[in-house]
């Protein structure tokens, strides 16, 4: 090597350290005294050891009004680039909040761009690291393109790549509406902010006092927003999470999920011991989840948000499932705005990237009430019935006890394109509870009888007999077949695999219109 | 742990694995990898740290 070669190497070597350098030493100190890692700290969390590879580490910005053409870096305050997970190539950025606060100008953003346009041509996940303060505003209305020009990409790359927003920072304004547009959010218990307006601009419009934990925290966004879908301790933890999930989805909407061999379970025997015959008595649908998928396969998704259902990626012999179940042990499991929106939005996500769903049925109505009408429980609840019939994925439900009304049409019904449906022998399919029922279609000759709680009794003995079961829902072929609970992998994985190559395609048209 | 100790392990695990003589084994090169950034933030910290792989 002769000495012109040595010396552009160095200079080479001298940019790379500088692009490496992030904010310095300080910032980079500060970074972690806040518990957070780095961004580079956090690509190589993120993906398998030593796959990632950088792209444009040398990028910067090229404003100058107030003083940019002093501070810019190489990088501009955002890592972009690509490796393996779980040995599948994947696409992230990262913003460095220790360069200019991780504000996203026209360059931070064009990385983040590019990186997006890599991921939709090969057909791999994106991942957003997101930790920045906003909107570079020395960069005016190329900062505000630069976040359309995101969100455009998101919005197109929506059911073609599954896409993920980690959020290790604040992520404020109109900044949020990416993670928003894409697939799942994660958050950290203690570092992750997400509002549209702070609380210092909620105080001076509104008057309101609030703090940015109370405004726009994980624990607020993961229970009453809904907004996240994970949240964890801490950056390390949280980028675990991002690896899990990833480890249930296909590549892209033209792939399948990977085939992990795993622990299979079987104590469906147990079944009847969790679900309690009587439909008063709640439980723990999760417990009846872990009953029967392979064993630690299920990952809950916005656990603590609308928790009446309970959805999550599971894996049986193996091969992902996505599960929708009514969770009887909160609100007996009824169907109310929050959880029909979770609910739907989880379908159709399951049907994006070719994932078969698995419902399991314990519903006793739609939440009565004014609260619920008001909020639009006819506009929400038609997501559901919107979700079910659209999805061409194998779909199989098990009705385990109650199906009520629309509730139970809500739910994964024949008549909403259930490929299989099995129900317990303890299994309830009627238009309403029994108590009910008679109250409005015996009231004529209990207000007649001489014994009228005696004629109650009757009628709802009658009435019991006659609608409470499986059996006539199965004679009409509502139900394909009424099984034991100890055959319930059994048969559901024998369904899934019967389904496995199913092919439904629906009429051409630009899209569909999902009461929104 | 020392430099040479490092070596000797080495040598000793390959000459196992490939069913050689260690003696047969030469090292022409040693270099010492530093640890990564994530590495160093981990290990300064003593946090107990599992990278997820699937089927965990």
């Not at chain 1, 999760?286 to 998928?293: G, H, K, L, P, T």
């Not at chain 1, 499932?321 to 996500?349: P, T």
């Not at chain 2, 694995?17 to 003696?23: G, L």
């Not at chain 2, 981990?42 to 990278?51: F, H």
Request: a negative charge; hydrophobic letters at 40%; aromatic letters at 8%.
């Amino acid at each position: 090597m002769d000495d012109f070669w040595k010396i552009k190497i160095q200079e080479l070597d001298k940019l790379r350290e500088k692009a490496a350098r992030g904010g310095g030493p300080e910032r980079v100190e500060k970074q972690h005294a806040s518990g957070k890692l780095t961004a580079r700290e956090r690509m190589e969390a993120l993906f398998d050891d030593g796959t990632f590879t950088e792209i444009n580490d040398m990028i910067s910005t090229r404003a100058s009004d107030f003083g940019m053409d002093k501070k810019k870096k190489p990088g501009d305050g955002v890592i972009t680039g690509y490796g393996k997970i779980h040995g599948r190539t994947a696409f992230a950025s990262s913003q460095d909040f220790t360069v200019g606060g991780g504000s996203l100008g026209e360059a931070h953003a064009m990385k983040i761009c590019r990186a997006m346009d890599m991921a939709m041509e090969v057909g791999a996940p994106f991942i957003s690291i997101n930790d920045s303060g906003g909107a570079r505003i020395e960069e005016g209305i190329d900062s505000l393109a630069g976040y359309a020009d995101i969100f455009y990409r998101n919005t197109i790359a929506s059911g073609v790549i599954p896409q993920i927003s980690v959020i290790l920072g604040p992520c404020a304004g109109g900044a949020c509406y990416s993670p928003a547009i894409c697939d799942y959010i994660f958050m950290t218990e203690q570092n992750s902010q997400m509002y549209i307006t702070g609380p210092a601009v909620v105080k001076s419009v509104t008057g309101e006092t609030i703090t940015a934990a109370e405004l726009g925290g994980a624990a607020v966004h993961s229970t009453t927003s809904g907004v996240a879908h994970f949240v964890y301790p801490d950056d390390l933890s949280c980028l675990n999470g991002v690896r899990r999930l990833l480890g249930y989805f296909p590549q892209n909407n033209g792939d399948r999920s990977l085939t992990v061999p795993g622990q299979e379970t079987d104590a469906c025997a147990s079944l009847a011991d969790i679900v309690p015959a009587d439909s008063k008595h709640g439980y723990d649908v999760r417990d009846v989840i872990s009953a029967f998928a392979d064993a630690g396969s299920f990952m809950e998704v916005q656990a603590g948000f609308a928790r009446n259902i309970v959805v999550g990626f599971a894996r049986l012999a193996g091969k992902t499932i996505g599960i929708v179940a009514n969770q009887s042990a909160f609100m007996a499991g009824s169907l109310e705005i929050n959880a029909s929106d979770k609910g739907a939005r989880f379908i159709r996500f399951c049907d994006c990237f070719n994932i078969p769903i698995l419902t399991l049925v314990d519903v006793p109505a739609f939440l009565p009430g004014s609260q619920q009408e008001h909020g639009g429980i006819i506009r929400h609840g038609a997501k559901m019935l919107y979700a079910y019939s659209e999805a061409t994925v194998p779909k199989v439900s098990v009705i385990m006890r109650k199906a009520y009304g629309g509730a139970y049409i809500a739910m994964n019904s024949k008549g909403l394109g259930a490929d299989i449906v099995y129900a317990w022998p303890i299994a309830e399919i009627a238009v309403m509870g029994a108590a009910g029922a008679v109250a409005i279609i015996g009231k004529r000759a209990i207000d007649a009888a001489e014994d009228p709680a005696a004629k109650r009794q009757e009628l709802v003995d009658e009435y019991n007999e006659k609608f409470m079961n499986p059996y006539v829902a199965a004679e009409r072929g509502y139900v394909d077949e009424v099984i034991r609970p100890e055959e319930t992998r059994r048969k559901v994985l024998s369904a899934f695999e019967m389904l496995a190559e199913k092919k439904k395609s629906l009429p051409a048209k630009k899209h569909g219109n999902i009461p929104l | 742990m020392e430099k040479e100790q490092i070596v000797a392990m080495a040598v000793a695990a390959i000459a196992e694995e490939t069913q050689t003589d260690a003696s047969a084994i030469r090292v022409v090169s040693f270099r010492e990898v530093p640890k990564s950034a994530l590495e160093q933030y981990i290990s300064d910290r003593q946090i107990e740290y599992r990278k997820y792989q699937l089927g965990d």
